[in-house]
């Protein structure tokens, strides 16, 4: 009998979200909501888990760690609809294009061992040869590729990246037929194709598949559990993705992931990013800091862009280098302070707007960038 009227409970509230659920509520919403933090929270972290629970988040993990020790917290909703699934400090999150710091420091490694030059053109490395529709085209450098300024622009040819069936990195001599936006060098605009250009490089210069090189150099030392995010990988310990206004969104997963290995197919928690991010602070601490460009100013955010992260500092802040992430119901962020502290954020749902990630930036450098 007991478990006949849970069963009957169970059907009523499955009857209730299928006949009134528009988006707006779901049963969860009715329950308190789940938190779980691997150490008691300190004063820092109570306040960053307020903030990032105001801006609306139905799930999200922040991973701080310092040279005294890691605090990891999980926060809301993994699934949102009946029966509702709590965000564990294993939850997985697609990590979006905060993959392209890994894509710049492959990149910087081949500098580093003298294979390949900043100014170095990418038809050369890549081999291409022939006419180009655009002689652009054969004029566009490594350190621009890295600076979101080759001349791509998907606010006026769309991003190939985003489609069903991108050409990069798959069919490279589509490239010949692509025409730019403005001359390599002239600006910045930035560009998903641009580091899918530059994991072929990756992967031509090492003779090996991107994820591979990722893993060999970066993951593997690091002691992180990273994943291609593909349709084999997708599973129970994976967040579902909300729309800012509460609606459940399948378009991430309908990506090409295997396209986007240098660009932003990868997931995996707050715990393990936050173990590559450390692991890169302490041996890469060079190539994360450098960054060129005479009109940054770093009281603003996005306006010093590196070859591997942003550059931000203000008064009485430690300066934060940092990288951010999106896509539709996915917001990512990391970013290592001046002091060798180090933050990671995942959220299952993103801001709307031309900047969708700049108030959870703007929260986690006033919390944990205080001087």
């Given at each position: 009998m007991?478990?006949k009227?849970i069963?009957?409970i169970?059907?009523?509230?499955?009857?209730?979200?299928?006949?009134?659920?528009?988006?707006e509520?779901?049963?969860s919403d009715?329950?308190p909501r789940?938190?779980v933090?691997?150490?008691?929270?300190d004063?820092r972290?109570k306040?960053?888990?307020?903030?990032?629970?105001?801006?609306?988040?139905p799930?999200?993990q922040?991973?701080?760690?310092?040279?005294?020790?890691?605090l990891d917290?999980?926060?809301g909703?993994?699934?949102k609809e009946?029966p509702a699934?709590?965000?564990e400090?294993?939850t997985?999150f697609?990590l979006?294009s905060?993959?392209?710091?890994?894509?710049?420091?492959?990149?910087?490694?081949l500098?580093?061992r003298?294979?390949?030059?900043?100014?170095?053109?990418l038809?050369?490395?890549?081999?291409?040869q022939?006419?180009?529709?655009d002689?652009?085209i054969?004029?566009?450098?490594i350190?621009?590729?890295l600076?979101?300024?080759?001349?791509f622009?998907r606010r006026?040819?769309?991003?190939p990246m985003m489609?069903?069936?991108?050409?990069?990195p798959?069919d490279l001599?589509?490239?010949?037929?692509?025409?730019?936006?403005?001359?390599p060098?002239?600006?910045?605009?930035?560009?998903?194709?641009?580091?899918?250009l530059?994991?072929?490089?990756?992967a031509?210069?090492?003779?090996a598949?991107v994820?591979e090189?990722?893993?060999?150099?970066?993951f593997?030392p690091?002691?992180?559990s990273?994943f291609?995010?593909?349709?084999d990988?997708k599973?129970?310990?994976?967040?579902?993705?909300?729309?800012?206004?509460?609606?459940?969104?399948?378009y991430v997963?309908?990506?090409d992931y295997a396209?986007?290995?240098a660009?932003?197919?990868w997931?995996?928690?707050?715990?393990?990013?936050n173990?590559?991010l450390?692991?890169?602070?302490?041996?890469y601490t060079d190539r994360?800091?450098?960054?060129?460009?005479?009109?940054?100013?770093?009281?603003?955010?996005?306006?010093?862009?590196g070859?591997?992260?942003y550059?931000?500092?203000?008064?009485?802040?430690k300066a934060?280098y940092?990288r951010?992430?999106s896509l539709p119901g996915?917001?990512?962020?990391?970013g290592?302070f001046?002091?060798?502290?180090s933050i990671?954020?995942?959220g299952?749902?993103?801001?709307?707007g031309?900047?969708?990630?700049?108030?959870?930036?703007e929260l986690?450098?006033r919390v944990?960038?205080e001087e």
């Amino acid at each position: 009998m007991r478990y006949k009227s849970i069963l009957i409970i169970s059907c009523i509230f499955l009857i209730i979200e299928a006949v009134a659920f528009d988006g707006e509520w779901y049963f969860s919403d009715v329950l308190p909501r789940p938190q779980v933090c691997s150490a008691p929270p300190d004063s820092r972290m109570k306040l960053a888990l307020s903030g990032l629970r105001g801006l609306g988040f139905p799930g999200f993990q922040i991973a701080y760690a310092t040279r005294g020790g890691s605090l990891d917290c999980a926060d809301g909703w993994s699934r949102k609809e009946f029966p509702a699934k709590a965000v564990e400090l294993n939850t997985t999150f697609r990590l979006a294009s905060v993959s392209k710091a890994i894509t710049s420091l492959a990149i910087l490694d081949l500098v580093q061992r003298k294979l390949i030059r900043l100014d170095d053109k990418l038809v050369d490395l890549l081999g291409m040869q022939g006419d180009f529709q655009d002689d652009r085209i054969r004029l566009i450098t490594i350190r621009e590729l890295l600076l979101h300024s080759a001349g791509f622009d998907r606010r006026i040819s769309g991003d190939p990246m985003m489609s069903p069936k991108p050409w990069c990195p798959r069919d490279l001599q589509m490239l010949k037929s692509v025409r730019l936006a403005f001359d390599p060098g002239s600006r910045y605009v930035y560009s998903n194709v641009g580091y899918c250009l530059l994991g072929a490089v990756v992967a031509r210069l090492n003779n090996a598949p991107v994820d591979e090189v990722f893993q060999r150099l970066f993951f593997h030392p690091s002691g992180a559990s990273l994943f291609m995010v593909n349709e084999d990988v997708k599973g129970n310990s994976e967040v579902s993705s909300y729309s800012a206004q509460g609606h459940a969104l399948n378009y991430v997963d309908n990506l090409d992931y295997a396209s986007l290995v240098a660009v932003g197919g990868w997931g995996g928690s707050a715990s393990d990013l936050n173990k590559v991010l450390l692991y890169l602070a302490a041996n890469y601490t060079d190539r994360l800091r450098s960054y060129e460009g005479s009109n940054c100013m770093p009281q603003e955010l996005y306006s010093c862009h590196g070859f591997v992260l942003y550059f931000s500092q203000r008064k009485g802040r430690k300066a934060m280098y940092w990288r951010d992430g999106s896509l539709p119901g996915v917001t990512t962020f990391v970013g290592v302070f001046s002091d060798g502290s180090s933050i990671v954020f995942l959220g299952n749902s993103r801001e709307d707007g031309e900047r969708p990630n700049s108030k959870v930036i703007e929260l986690l450098y006033r919390v944990f960038g205080e001087e």
